[in-house]
Structures are given as C-alpha cells and as structure tokens.
C-alpha cells in the first residue's frame, strides 16, 4: 500500500497525528487502466463531507487539486483500490483539512461467494456520510463472524432495513430491484446503478422495507464500491438463485468509466 498525504509520503510525526484523530471522512474509488466510474460523484461526495464536517467548501480549484492528488499518488499504476480521506490539518478547526491518499491492490472481480448475513439492530453516525468513525462497522463484522455469518445487515430502532456494515442492499421482490429507503450512506455505486437501470429500463423502486418483512424477497445482494456480491441467507432464512445478481451486473458493465 502507498500513501501520501498532500501529495507527499507523510513524516512520523503526521502518521502518530492520523492514527491518533479518528474524524475526518472519505470516498473509495476502484480504478482500472487509470478510469473510475462516477468520479464527479465521488468529487461531490468528498465536497459535501467537506462542508459539513469541516466548514470548508470545495471549489473547482480544490477539485483540480484532489485529482491532482489522486494521479500523484497512482503514479503509473493503472489498476487499484484507491482511498481519499479527508482529515483535520496540523491547526485543527483553524485550517482547510489535509488530503490523505491510499493506493492499494484492486478488489476482486467477482466480489466472492453469497454471503450469509445476519440482522441486528443498529444505527450508523451521520450515516448519510462516509466517515471514518468506522469501531463499530468492525465490531458488528467480527461479532457475526462469531456467531457463524459473514457479516451484518443493520435494521432501525423502527424496524426498517438500513444498510450493510460497508455496504447498500439490494432486495429482489420477484419483479423488480427494491431499494430500501432509510437513513444510509448513498453509495455511489447504488446510484449509478439506480441511474443506469432507469436508462435501460430494468424495473427498480425505492420504498421502505420492514425487517419483518425480509422473508418474502426472493433475492438480495450486497452492492458496494468493492462490487456486487450476492446474499445467500439472511439470518437462517436461505435465498433462491434470483436474477438479482446477474441483472445488477449487467446493468454495472453499462455504466460509463471517466478519465482521472
């Protein structure tokens, strides 16, 4: 893995002063022969977490900057995982957040084998952002992992179907892609998806799912950055082979790639 933090490898001093303060926020990008889809979303992503968790706006400038940033630390690789974290600078509040760039190996293609996940009451922080409050997120995984399962699907204090620990879920009602409306991070793949499926006409609606109600889909899938992997059971409720898996992938190869 390399890292760079503005432009530069990071002194001892910077490393102690990023493991020490968990804020800040981040996007996730996988690259491939030097192109992401949906960059002006991850851009966007990065700018409303600025303003929101730093008071910092993010103009055109600063948009050159972080592609800049990006390329910088790629250097000639043309395939990887790519992470852009923003955190607070040396002054704290006093000053705009620094840039942390990580470039690491490129996730698998396919994701891997259905997951078996398991339910479990829970709300994420802000979870309309990427943040880097991440404790939980690792404790729920490691805790299903114990219990036998592959990781967990958090459900509302209402009852409702959020989101995975790392992931949005995808739901197959037999006729359609349901995607479950709640307080969630908006992933940018989940958008791009719901984005394209409009544009090629596959079936899909957002609407709020009871946890309750979980046994009455025929499919569901885990789509996230890392890509789209289906869900074999949820708790001990197995899943059919729905078409779920293939119509998302599918409609992901028609997803546009855009130069960095």
């Given at each position: ?49 600025a ?17 800049g ?13 790519v992470?852009?974290?923003?955190v607070?600078?040396?002054?704290g509040?006093?000053?705009p957040?620094d ?5 690491s ?16 009451t829970?709300?994420?922080?802000l ?14 995984v ?12 958090f ?5 409702k179907?959020r ?8 739901l197959w ?18 958008v ?14 957002l ?12 499919g ?16 001990e409720?197995?899943l ?19 130069e960095?």
């Amino acid at each position: 893995m390399d890292v760079e933090l503005n432009g530069r490898v990071p002194g001892v001093a910077e490393l102690h002063r990023l493991i020490a303060t968990n804020y800040g926020h981040y996007t996730s990008l996988q690259v491939r022969d030097g192109r992401v889809r949906g960059l002006a979303l991850h851009l966007a992503r990065l700018a409303d977490g600025a303003e929101e968790l730093f008071g910092h706006r993010v103009g055109v400038e600063e948009e050159h900057r972080l592609l800049g940033l990006i390329r910088h630390a790629l250097g000639r690789t043309r395939d990887a995982s790519v992470r852009v974290t923003l955190v607070p600078g040396p002054g704290g509040d006093e000053g705009p957040p620094d840039v942390l760039v990580t470039v690491s190996d490129p996730a698998p293609d396919p994701a891997g084998p259905p997951l078996r996940v398991q339910t479990v009451t829970y709300e994420r922080d802000l979870p309309e952002h990427k943040h880097r409050g991440t404790f939980m997120l690792d404790y729920h995984v490691r805790e299903a992992r114990l219990a036998g399962f592959d990781d967990r699907l958090f459900v509302g204090r209402d009852g409702k179907v959020r989101e995975g620990t790392s992931w949005n879920v995808a739901l197959w009602d037999g006729e359609q892609v349901v995607w479950p409306v709640a307080p969630v991070m908006r992933g940018i793949t989940m958008v791009l998806l719901q984005i394209a499926m409009t544009m090629n006409g596959t079936p899909w609606t957002l609407r709020p799912v009871d946890g309750a109600d979980l046994a009455s889909f025929a499919g569901a899938a885990a789509v996230s950055s890392a890509g789209i992997r289906a869900i074999g059971s949820i708790d001990e409720l197995p899943l059919a082979d729905a078409p779920l898996v293939k119509v998302l992938a599918e409609t992901w190869a028609e997803v546009p790639w855009d130069e960095l």
